[in-house]
């Protein structure tokens, strides 16, 4: 701990799901307002379904920064709308995973100016059930240390599928002092946040944003026939009046980087009688 005591607190919000899920995030944060209790230094969220389940335009990018965000992560649906090949070299807060190909559009981390302090945002896929990718263990092992030299608090959002390749990534990036390591992609929040090492702040899977009565935010009834049938169907976004949001909350030491506290959130929003 700084003798200071400085302290920089983070909100990180999971998979956020189409419209439902941005609605979800917008009455949260304005909740927090509402009551004076928003005082995150920084904003985190992970946006690759913001726009109907797949992918982020650049119109559903602008809003969500006008929300307060103030970093996007994204995963292996980030280039589900073509837009975005138009607009992720331009933008200021959005990051694609680090360890797709050498020369693929966008950057796996970006570094951002908070009280006096600087924090780093590193996105890495996993390799287990996923589409080939690079190495996240030889690229961390290869970018952490010069990464650490510029910023003391790193957090990284690791979207991955298997349960035991995010924990023992979280564990080798926990030797590495990596002040956080969140797991997205599952979309359901798990109850094992810990401070690993007496260091890096984890959760398997922060969660997901959007309608409360889906399948990890679509609709039921197409979901059912896939699953039955076995033949490809169209997924579409569940549109319920009763909205979560999930997410975690992280204090870090702003010299050293160590994680002090790591909190779940679960929110929920009936929004039938709420204008949106």
């Given at each position: 701990?700084?003798?200071?005591?400085?302290?920089?607190?983070?909100?990180?919000?999971?998979?956020?799901?189409?419209?439902?899920?941005?609605?979800?995030?917008?009455?949260?944060?304005?909740?927090?307002r509402?009551?004076?209790k928003?005082?995150?230094?920084?904003?985190?969220?992970?946006?690759?379904?913001?726009?109907?389940?797949?992918?982020?335009?650049?119109?559903?990018?602008?809003?969500?920064?006008?929300?307060?965000?103030?970093?996007?992560?994204?995963?292996?649906?980030?280039?589900?709308k073509?837009?975005?090949?138009?607009?992720?070299?331009?933008?200021?807060?959005?990051?694609?995973?680090?360890?797709?190909?050498?020369?693929?559009?966008?950057?796996?981390?970006r570094?951002?100016?908070?009280?006096?302090?600087?924090?780093?945002?590193?996105?890495?896929?996993?390799?287990?059930?996923?589409?080939?990718?690079?190495?996240?263990?030889?690229?961390?092992?290869?970018e952490?240390?010069?990464i650490?030299?510029?910023?003391?608090?790193?957090?990284?959002?690791?979207?991955?599928?298997?349960t035991?390749?995010?924990?023992?990534?979280?564990?080798?990036?926990?030797?590495?002092?990596?002040?956080?390591?969140?797991?997205?992609?599952?979309?359901v929040?798990?109850?094992?946040?810990?401070?690993?090492?007496?260091?890096?702040?984890?959760?398997?899977?922060?969660?997901?944003?959007?309608a409360?009565?889906?399948?990890?935010?679509?609709?039921?009834?197409?979901s059912?026939?896939?699953?039955?049938?076995?033949?490809?169907?169209?997924?579409?976004?569940?549109?319920?009046?009763?909205?979560?949001l999930?997410?975690?909350?992280?204090?870090?030491?702003?010299?050293?980087?160590?994680?002090?506290?790591?909190?779940?959130?679960?929110?929920?929003?009936?929004?039938?009688?709420?204008?949106t």
């Amino acid at each position: 701990m700084n003798e200071n005591n400085e302290q920089i607190k983070v909100l990180f919000i999971g998979d956020i799901v189409g419209r439902p899920g941005r609605n979800a995030v917008k009455h949260f944060l304005d909740d927090l307002r509402s009551d004076d209790k928003l005082d995150y230094d920084f904003i985190i969220a992970n946006v690759e379904n913001a726009s109907h389940g797949f992918g982020l335009t650049e119109k559903n990018h602008n809003d969500l920064a006008a929300c307060g965000i103030n970093c996007f992560t994204s995963g292996n649906h980030i280039w589900d709308k073509k837009d975005i090949f138009s607009y992720i070299d331009k933008s200021d807060r959005l990051i694609r995973p680090l360890n797709y190909p050498k020369g693929t559009y966008g950057v796996g981390y970006r570094i951002f100016d908070i009280k006096n302090t600087k924090i780093a945002v590193m996105n890495f896929l996993g390799r287990t059930f996923m589409t080939p990718v690079d190495s996240p263990w030889e690229i961390l092992e290869k970018e952490i240390v010069q990464i650490k030299e510029q910023a003391p608090v790193v957090i990284i959002d690791f979207h991955a599928e298997a349960t035991a390749e995010k924990i023992c990534f979280a564990k080798f990036c926990s030797e590495h002092k990596v002040s956080a390591v969140m797991g997205t992609h599952t979309h359901v929040q798990t109850a094992d946040e810990k401070i690993l090492n007496d260091y890096t702040a984890y959760i398997t899977d922060a969660g997901f944003c959007g309608a409360y009565d889906s399948v990890i935010g679509m609709a039921y009834e197409p979901s059912l026939k896939r699953l039955i049938s076995s033949i490809p169907e169209r997924f579409d976004v569940a549109e319920t009046p009763l909205l979560e949001l999930n997410a975690v909350s992280m204090r870090f030491d702003a010299v050293s980087g160590q994680a002090q506290s790591i909190e779940r959130i679960n929110y929920k929003k009936d929004i039938s009688e709420v204008q949106t």
